[in-house]
């Protein structure tokens, strides 16, 4: 799993711990020392902390003009054992709404597992984006399968068109231009 590193082709255009604006400005990551771990396996050094014992981020891209964030995640999401959604909504999402982010691409081809328990913080992240969204790219099937099995699926946009975004072609605007049309067309006029 330490070879598995964070999206790097934008860091150009955008960089959270050089964003004052991001819940993680100033976080520092080593380069070349390997010190959080999931189930015992050392991650990449960039992968950034969230207080969850197994599920780590990276805030690929943040526009405030057009209210959008692209977070990529590798671990396990284990909202059963660990809360990982009230982790990730109190110490990233939170500060991020306050900052007028209201549409959230979620890519998760680095989430090995799901474990759910019930949907509260979803619920009030869906709520606290209400003029927006939260769709979920990359994720496996059997991750997917699970987070429906916990009625997440009413507050994730995933699956159908979602899943065919090859996202690491599009520049960050183009992405969130093409996942906010998908969306749109399902949302109906």
Avoid: C
Avoid at 13 to 33: C, H, I, V, W
Avoid at 55 to 77: Q, R, T, V
């Amino acid at each position: 799993m330490h070879t598995i590193e964070p999206y790097y082709n934008w860091i150009e255009k955008y960089t959270a711990s050089e964003d004052p604006r991001s819940p993680l400005f100033g976080a520092e990551n080593s380069l070349s020392q390997f010190t959080h771990t999931i189930y015992g396996y050392y991650i990449h050094p960039q992968w950034d902390d969230i207080n969850s014992e197994t599920l780590f981020l990276k805030i690929l891209y943040a526009d405030y003009e057009l209210n959008f964030a692209i977070i990529e995640f590798i671990g396990e999401w284990n909202d059963a054992l660990h809360n990982d959604i009230m982790q990730l909504k109190r110490n990233i999402i939170d500060p991020m709404v306050e900052e007028g982010i209201k549409h959230f691409i979620l890519i998760g081809e680095n989430v090995f597992n799901f474990h759910g328990s019930d949907d509260s913080y979803y619920e009030e992240w869906f709520e606290d984006v209400e003029e927006g969204w939260i769709a979920a790219l990359g994720f496996q099937e059997f991750v997917l399968s699970e987070m429906k099995n916990y009625n997440l699926d009413y507050y994730l946009n995933y699956g159908g068109n979602l899943d065919d975004i090859h996202w690491r072609t599009f520049t960050p605007k183009r992405l969130f231009g093409l996942v906010n049309s998908l969306i749109q067309k399902r949302l109906g006029p």
